[in-house]
């Protein structure tokens, strides 16, 4: 059983930074990556980056360069930075645990096994 708690959403301006903490306790089982997911409005949730347990990353292309995922193996912690911010990176982001994942094909997804956050509103204004 893993469980989540996740914290550090808010509102921001255009070009701002927020960074996201994901703090995961219980047995997260025999899959390698950790991860996070957003819902914006008009779409279905989909992969935001990921990380393994080397601590490989893989992310959407519309977040290259401007976010980074990273973990504290010791904390249990797994972090989103968000720099540069910008208007359509406005949305409901949760942390996932049990993501699929095979990096090394730049896979990597939810299914039904994948544990989730409560989720945190991020809001970016123009």
């Known amino acids: 059983q893993v469980r989540l708690l996740e914290s550090g959403g808010g509102s921001a301006q255009a070009g701002g930074t927020l960074r996201l903490s994901c703090v995961a306790s219980?047995?997260?089982?025999?899959?390698?990556?950790m991860g996070w997911f957003r819902r914006v409005p008009g779409q279905a949730r989909a992969g935001v980056g990921v990380?393994?347990?080397?601590?490989?990353?893989r992310y959407t292309d519309s977040v290259k360069g401007r976010f980074t995922v990273s973990k504290d193996n010791g904390k249990n912690t797994l972090y989103l930075q968000m720099n540069s911010l910008q208007p359509e990176d406005t949305g409901t982001y949760y942390c996932a645990a049990k993501v699929v994942c095979r990096l090394a094909g730049d896979v990597w997804y939810a299914d039904a096994l994948t544990t989730w956050g409560q989720g945190t509103l991020v809001t970016v204004s123009s």
């Open positions: 219980g047995d997260s089982g025999s899959r390698g990556c």
């Open positions: 990380i393994d347990r080397d601590g490989n990353t």
